[in-house]
């Protein structure tokens, strides 16, 4: 039982990055298939439904519950996939094998999301569905458009616009395909070159330590998409490091926190959001990195400035150059490493693809330079580690994403998000109405991952941001900060929860030194929305 259920959890995390490039790399349609991308969605939702069941059991160890529980969810997300083009065309006819299947497929999905992503974001997506079910009865504003149970569930089971929407077309495109760059910058080394050359080259200076966490998750965590990650793979490292010379525990998980949070905004990559932006906005890829170039500057430029005051009036000293990689012969060692980088902005910028096949491209070039460098082809561990270790950092995404698109579709077919929208213009004060949205922006971005917090604010509130006459491109990017700063913001604070672990500091106190180091991105979006010459408008 125990290595059927091994070989199944591989199975189901292997299959999921796997249907992601094949569909990105349009193999399909190569061969003659005509497939459309709901019929793909759906079935790697499936697979992330199941792998969270086995991941995450009820009792100390996964059994037959599990596994059946992860067939259902299969069966049913497959079951949508195989009707799909049929039912778009004859929706209305809301016969038991539609939405029954669909009753379960639901079911599932969220007791999924509970298990991989924790009570607060389930909780959150299930005070929706009831509003999909009781809103009608609500007084006022919020009073629902009222719809048939079945028609509820079956739109959100099988409509484009709720669940196998437009959340998983990205995330199964976009996030997957730099979510697996990621994964295979960690297995090749290359983030160990990165954190090895920012150690040379800041290691020695006060505070060193710090600064080498600054420089070292910015570069990483621009290209990772994940605060988590970036901190799993920088922070080990640096925060020990940073303890050792000196820093407070609380204090040392909050720079890790900051820093490996904000590689998100840093261009060009800006961790697959800024492709998303670009998308909703319908402009240029350059335009959204030209926008935010100023405000991450100045992100980083007042956290090391922190961080230098705070090694300053401690009196840490930096770690002794013998003890440290030298730049240079780092840089000659993993030269390399920079080639897939180089490799996506020629395909980004130069020749115009679209991010998730630039992504593919740049991957390609990193496995191929990782065997040059190595004088062999990866082992069974480090194959293991990438195409496993892809499939699990994308089970909670998929997961969410899956859930991102039920609270779009919900917000649609009841009207909400349109109420919202009206009550947040209404406000009368645009200060004010900023302050509501960037509370609103971190409640909803509560635990989860920026593309799919961004996705969902810029459906919900960019419209009432924009009827009050702010700049498309401040509003998105004022959101996209906000909804990331819920990564730091206490009570959930995703990432100083993580740091804190690695540092053995109290979650809080590492959330309020976080929210102390990232004032600037708390403070920072308002300018922009007064003044949009700081992200290069006028």
Do not use: C
Request: glycine share 8%.
């Amino acid at each position: 039982m125990d290595l059927t259920l091994r070989l199944l959890s591989r199975l189901y995390l292997a299959l999921i990055p796997i249907i992601g490039v094949v569909m990105i790399l349009s193999v399909p349609q190569r061969l003659g298939l005509s497939i459309v991308p709901q019929e793909v969605v759906t079935t790697i939702l499936g697979f992330a439904v199941a792998a969270a069941f086995i991941k995450h059991p009820y009792g100390e160890k996964t059994g037959l519950l599990e596994l059946l529980l992860g067939f259902v969810a299969i069966a049913t997300w497959m079951w949508s996939s195989f009707h799909y083009e049929a039912w778009i065309i004859d929706m209305a006819d809301r016969t038991p094998d539609k939405w029954v299947p669909g009753v379960f497929a639901i079911l599932l999905m969220m007791e999924a999301l509970r298990k991989a992503s924790g009570l607060p974001i389930a909780i959150l997506v299930w005070v929706i569905i009831a509003y999909a079910f009781f809103g009608q009865y609500l007084p006022g504003v919020f009073e629902a458009e009222p719809h048939s149970a079945t028609k509820t569930i079956l739109y959100n089971y099988a409509d484009s616009n709720s669940i196998p929407g437009l959340v998983l077309r990205i995330i199964t495109t976009i996030v997957l395909a730099f979510i697996i760059f990621g994964r295979l910058m960690e297995v090749s080394g290359a983030t160990k070159f990165f954190t090895d050359m920012a150690m040379g080259w800041m290691g020695h200076r006060r505070g060193g330590p710090a600064k080498v966490a600054v420089v070292a998750s910015s570069a990483f965590g621009m290209v990772s998409g994940s605060t988590v990650g970036n901190i799993m793979s920088t922070g080990v490292v640096t925060i020990p490091l940073m303890k050792k010379s000196g820093f407070r525990s609380r204090y040392a998980a909050a720079i890790e926190a900051v820093a490996s949070n904000g590689g998100q905004i840093a261009p060009p990559v800006m961790g697959t959001t800024a492709f998303l932006i670009a998308e909703f906005l319908e402009v240029s890829y350059a335009t959204v990195v030209i926008a935010a170039i100023i405000p991450a500057a100045l992100y980083y430029l007042v956290l090391f400035l922190q961080v230098d005051a705070i090694a300053k009036k401690n009196g840490l000293d930096g770690i002794p150059k013998e003890d440290l990689p030298q730049v240079i012969a780092t840089l000659v060692s993993g030269w390399l490493f920079l080639i897939p980088l180089a490799v996506l902005m020629y395909f980004l910028f130069y020749l115009g693809f679209n991010p998730a096949l630039s992504a593919v491209y740049a991957i390609a070039a990193l496995f191929v330079l990782m065997v040059v460098k190595q004088r062999s082809l990866p082992t069974s561990a480090e194959w293991g580690s990438f195409i496993f270790g892809s499939g699990e950092n994308l089970v909670s995404i998929v997961l969410i994403g899956g859930a991102a698109g039920l609270v779009i579709g919900i917000l649609n077919s009841t009207g909400l998000g349109f109420q919202l929208a009206l009550l947040l213009s209404s406000v009368g004060s645009l200060l004010l109405m900023l302050i509501l949205t960037a509370m609103v922006s971190i409640v909803l971005g509560m635990g989860m991952p920026t593309a799919a917090v961004y996705i969902v604010l810029s459906i919900v509130l960019a419209p009432a941001m924009s009827k009050m006459g702010v700049n498309p491109m401040a509003a998105h990017l004022f959101l996209f900060y906000f909804g990331l700063l819920s990564m730091l913001t206490p009570p959930v604070a995703v990432a100083s929860y993580v740091a804190a672990g690695l540092a053995g500091s109290n979650m809080w106190a590492t959330g309020m030194v976080g929210i102390q180091l990232a004032s600037t991105a708390y403070l920072l979006p308002f300018l922009w929305v007064y003044n949009p010459a700081l992200i290069f408008i006028g």
